[in-house]
């Protein structure tokens, strides 16, 4: 199951919040497979409908209509138990509501995913992701005794530490500083390599040249799709975006 061509598939997928008059459609149509072992940044102004997208296609929010396919199970009509049993199977999160447990500490909060999946953790692994990001004088602390951006440091170790088929993350770098925020980039780029899939939302063009592809969203569409991106492309087909968005609700 796990190795399915594309382990997140989004076909025809709408979104609407609200009715009536108040009615909002998020996401308006949007089709797209994210190949295995594929980095898929997701980017657009504010409102385009990254984070509906985002968690439509992690089972956290249900579409209005169209299909997500998740690790190859269809979530339409899945109770809310079979959508947290897959996801603990296969997907990690990184985002900023993710909560970490207070109670416990560094190294327990890390493995805490793997022990509810059954699994037994890699120590190796763990203590490698711990101090690729930074915290390995920090592992019996607990969250309150640490930093914002050290806390979002933590749910980037948790992610990482269960290798989990799919990593979904929402601006995973927008707390840290540059240097731990290139470091965390890497390693998602290095868990790439080794085959997992990762989609992310960022607002900051150089997170988004880490990844093979960038998708554009306007209004819930995707608009455009750039390969291979380098700093600069992404950060003039933002600005161009932003602006045509801009106009376009003037002219509404
Ligand atoms: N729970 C909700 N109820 C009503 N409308 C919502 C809800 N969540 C999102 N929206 C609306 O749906 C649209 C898309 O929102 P979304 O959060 O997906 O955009 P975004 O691209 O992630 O934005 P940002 O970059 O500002 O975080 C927006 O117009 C937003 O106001």
């Given at each position: 199951m796990a190795s399915v061509e594309s382990p997140v598939r989004l076909d025809s997928v709408h979104k609407t919040y609200g009715s009536g008059e108040s009615a909002v459609e998020a996401l308006s149509g949007?089709?797209?497979?994210?190949?295995?072992?594929?980095?898929?940044?997701?980017?657009?102004?504010?409102?385009?409908?990254?984070?509906?997208?985002?968690?439509?296609?992690?089972?956290?929010?249900?579409?209005?209509?169209?299909?997500?396919?998740?690790?190859?199970?269809?979530?339409?009509?899945?109770?809310e138990t079979a959508l947290t049993e897959l996801r603990r199977e296969h997907v990690a999160f990184i985002f900023q509501s993710f909560n970490l447990m207070p109670a416990?500490?560094?190294?327990?909060?890390v493995t805490l995913p793997m022990l509810l999946a059954g699994r037994e953790p890699d120590r190796a692994w763990v203590d490698q992701v711990i101090a690729r990001v930074g915290l390995s004088q920090r592992v019996k602390h607990r969250?309150?005794?640490?930093?914002?951006?050290?806390?979002?440091?933590?749910?980037?170790?948790?992610?990482?530490?269960?290798?989990?088929?799919?990593?979904?993350?929402?601006e995973p770098t927008g707390a840290l500083d540059t240097n731990t925020a290139l470091e965390v980039l890497n390693l998602m780029r290095e868990l790439v390599a080794a085959g997992q899939t990762i989609v992310?939302?960022?607002?900051?063009?150089?997170?988004?040249?880490?990844?093979?592809?960038?998708?554009?969203?306007?209004?819930?569409?995707?608009?455009?799709?750039?390969?291979d991106p380098g700093v600069e492309a992404v950060a003039s087909t933002l600005a161009k975006l932003g602006a045509q968005a801009k106009r376009a609700r003037g002219q509404r």
């Open positions: 949007v089709s797209f497979g994210f190949p295995a072992g594929s980095f898929t940044a997701v980017m657009g102004p504010s409102g385009s409908g990254k984070s509906t997208l985002l968690h439509c296609a992690a089972g956290l929010d249900e579409p209005t209509s169209g299909r997500v396919t998740l690790v190859g199970t269809d979530l339409g009509g899945k109770s416990l500490n560094v190294e327990q909060n969250p309150g005794e640490l930093s914002g951006g050290q806390q979002q440091r933590v749910a980037i170790a948790r992610a990482l530490a269960a290798r989990p088929t799919v990593v979904f993350a929402d992310m939302v960022t607002h900051d063009p150089v997170a988004a040249s880490f990844a093979d592809t960038v998708l554009f969203l306007v209004d819930g569409r995707i608009v455009m799709q750039l390969a």
